[in-house]
């Protein structure tokens, strides 16, 4: 008998083959059981689920004067594990990040560096969706931060 059919949670697909055993034998419809079995499956549930198209992230770097900071590097690392994304900002201090995976609870920090000092921000819990734009409106530059 393998794990999964004798009872033993040391399966991988223990706590699926649990769920329908119990949903069939409770008489709910097989269409609801395919739809919460499909989500467990497919980790939509906890995720965010959506098509995983890739967004992307937009704001501004501010001095402590509101003044729009050029050159500064942004950087934002994916929950998914992949490569972090870098940009820099332009002439008033905007930038935009493409191809950002989706996922919830990212980081965005930015770092300037000067000849003397060096400036950072960041903006913490960034959520980016499937295929969407997130601003993150102002990251002000403070030294040393």
Known sequence: MTAEASGNDAGARWPVTAVWFNLRYMNYPRVVV??????AASGCASSGGGDGKPGSVVGRVVDNSGKGVRGTAVRIVPVDGSEPRI??????GRFVIEQVPPGRGMTVEAVKQGNVLTTRGSKSKVNVSSGGRTD????????GG
């Not at 940009?87 to 008033?92: F, L, Q, R």
């Not at 993150?136 to 030294?143: F, M, P, S, Y």
């Open 87 to 92: 940009v820099v900002t332009d002439s008033v």
């Open 136 to 143: 993150v409106g102002a990251i002000e530059l403070k030294a």
């Open 34 to 39: 395919a739809l919460v079995l499909g989500l």
